[in-house]
């Protein structure tokens, strides 16, 4: 049989950021009772799209994490508060996540195509 491939969480933030979005995702994934590990980061300078035609950039990070569980509501939510706040710019998730309720989600998957 072959395993199922990690989820994984992709986290953008600023350099500056770094030691507290870690404690923040740390504890966020570890009270969803998610074990993860960091698999890859990297440092880039981004442009700012939404200040066309002005060329504005700055420095962003990205780490990759790998999930060893599929990704939680509670977590996605934590998640989601640490980007209204600031802390990080952004998240994206390549795998599964857990749904509280997965007859809304058939219901949806129904829905005729025009």
């Known amino acids: 049989m072959s395993e199922h ?3 994984l969480l ?4 600023r350099p500056n950021h770094i030691e507290e979005a870690c404690y923040h995702i740390d504890e966020s994934l570890t009270t969803s009772g998610i074990a993860y590990r960091l698999i890859a980061q990297q440092e880039e300078r ?9 060329v504005i950039t700055h420095i962003e990070k990205r780490m990759v994490f790998a999930l060893h569980a ?6 996605i939510n934590d998640m989601a508060l640490l980007v ?3 802390l ?7 795998g599964e996540i857990v749904l509280n309720n997965p007859t809304k989600l058939k219901r949806l998957t129904q829905l ?3």
Do not use: D
């Not at 992709?10 to 933030?13: F, G, Q």
């Not at 981004?46 to 002005?54: K, Q, R, T």
């Not at 599929?70 to 977590?75: E, M």
């Not at 990080?88 to 390549?94: C, E, F, R, S, T």
């Open 88 to 94: 990080i710019l952004g998240i994206a998730v390549k």
């Open 46 to 54: 981004v442009f700012l799209e939404s200040a066309i035609p002005f």
């Open 5 to 7: 491939p990690p989820t």
């Open 70 to 75: 599929s990704l939680a509501p509670k977590a």
């Open 10 to 13: 992709i986290v953008y933030l």
């Open 112 to 114: 005729p195509v025009e």
């Open 84 to 86: 209204t706040t600031g």
